[in-house]
């Protein structure tokens, strides 16, 4: 099954991070490609067991979402700090303008609130990974069927259940990208990234193959990596804007520096906000369209008369699918 697949690639992550930490990775050190590894193998694994939530129920207990959703906070906040300290030492380089000062001065902070989350994560993953997906892999291992003595057995097919997340997942989107978000409204942003996640986290289970499909994932992708840009810088603006209203101001630069590294970032949110707001307008028109709600019926006449148990692989099923998306 596609979670079970998730589950272990999160597994390995997990196994790569705590060894690399074992064997003498300081805090602050550069993890960020297993972190991001990491929090885009959990994402995937949230997304599928919430697209099959219907069919799982019996076996995955409740709250299972809720702590792989405390995890990958932890881990969210570790990667930001690294994609914040590395956006800090570009700015700061070796120049010696107020922004450069300010920027290095705000790094070795940063750095240490990283070096603090990393400690953080690690203790959650050391003391809780193994039990959790240990019991996650049992748990999505099997199901139940209930049979009565009369009338036939009929499991819940895999087709009705990727239609029903397809329409979902468009539908989450839309009202993310309706309208589209301004520049100010950063929650907002960030729900429409999320969004284009979860859809593309189903679609990316269906056969790439036919050219409208890959087109649309390609949008989606770009989506994410436009808007995840401007977050990052937007969510750099904030961390200058909570280091600046500290009373004290041992070790960082003055409120003039500041002032200036504040000025030079929001140029750069005013750049990437361009690009990201071109995105979201193509990917609002196509996935307005009746491409996905085509594939979502698809879906669920391809499995009328084999109905399929739960734990069929959605891909298997989705390849068949023909059509133009």
Request: charged share 30%; aromatic share 4%.
């Amino acid at each position: 099954m596609v979670a079970r697949g998730r589950l272990r690639r999160a597994s390995r992550r997990v196994k790569a991070l705590l060894a690399r930490r074992r064997h003498g990775a300081q805090p602050g050190a550069d993890t960020s490609d297993l972190v991001h590894d990491f929090r885009v193998a959990l994402r995937r694994l949230r997304s599928w067991l919430r697209a099959c939530r219907g069919v799982l129920d019996d076996t995955v207990r409740r709250g299972r979402l809720r702590d792989l959703r405390t995890l990958s906070r932890r881990a969210g906040r570790v990667r930001d700090l690294e994609v914040q300290l590395a956006l800090l030492r570009e700015l700061g380089g070796s120049g010696t303008s107020l922004p450069a000062t300010a920027a290095r001065l705000l790094a070795d902070r940063c750095r240490d609130q990283h070096g603090r989350a990393l400690l953080n994560l690690d203790d959650a993953l050391a003391d809780g990974w193994p039990r959790l997906a240990a019991a996650l892999d049992e748990e999505l291992a099997h199901y139940f069927v209930e049979v009565r003595l009369e009338g036939s057995v009929t499991p819940t097919a895999m087709g009705p259940v990727l239609g029903a997340a397809l329409r979902e997942y468009r539908e989450e989107l839309l009202a993310a990208l309706t309208p589209v978000p301004r520049m100010a409204q950063v929650r907002e942003l960030h729900r429409a990234r999320i969004a284009a996640k979860h859809l593309r986290y189903v679609l990316e289970a269906f056969d790439a193959r036919p050219r409208a499909r890959a087109a649309l994932l390609d949008l989606l992708r770009t989506l994410q990596d436009e808007v995840g840009e401007l977050h990052d810088a937007q969510m750099l603006d904030e961390l200058i804007a909570a280091f600046a209203a500290r009373k004290s101001r041992d070790g960082m630069p003055s409120r003039q520096a500041t002032a200036a590294l504040t000025r030079l970032v929001r140029r750069r949110i005013r750049g990437r906000f361009g690009g990201a707001h071109r995105a979201m307008i193509a990917v609002r028109r196509a996935v307005a369209s009746d491409a996905i709600e085509s594939l979502a019926r698809r879906c669920e006449a391809a499995a009328g008369g084999r109905q399929a148990a739960p734990g069929n692989n959605a891909a298997t099923l989705a390849a068949g699918s023909s059509g133009h998306l």
